[in-house]
């Protein structure tokens, strides 16, 4: 088992920046591979972005490349999520997962955390 909490959210201009966190406890969670997903009203839940066991390798949705960047310290159990430029399309329930296996896809996380809100103002 592996527990995931989210902390970070909140509400920003656009243009502004904010950064998730997520601490992950439990059973070989720093063997994990770890996922940002976001999902607004409804919508489904899409894709962020993903990064490997070791930090080695991230993907990005095309929607955030270039404005997003995942990272992890294995030594703190965190994930991080920092979103800079911000649009109000960023608009979303912002979700930690955790996957034995490195995906972009949402079937492939079967640990999830609670959510955190991040509204972009325009």
């Known amino acids: 088992q592996v527990q995931l909490v989210e902390s970070g959210g909140g509400l920003v201009q656009a243009g502004g920046s904010l950064r998730l966190s997520c601490v992950a406890s439990?059973?070989?969670?720093?063997?994990?591979?770890m996922g940002w997903f976001r999902q607004a009203p409804g919508k489904e839940r899409e894709f962020v972005a993903t990064i490997s066991w070791n930090g080695a390798t991230t993907r990005y949705a095309d929607s955030v490349k270039g404005r997003f960047t995942i990272s992890r310290d294995n030594a703190q159990n965190t994930v991080y999520l920092q979103m800079n430029s911000l649009k109000p399309e960023d608009t979303a329930a912002y979700y930690c997962?955790?996957?034995?296996?490195?995906?972009?896809?949402?079937?492939?996380?079967?640990?999830w955390g609670q959510g955190a809100q991040v509204t972009v103002s325009s």
């Open positions: 439990g059973r070989a969670s720093s063997n994990s591979h």
């Open positions: 997962a955790a996957s034995a296996y490195f995906s972009t896809q949402t079937v492939g996380y079967n640990y």
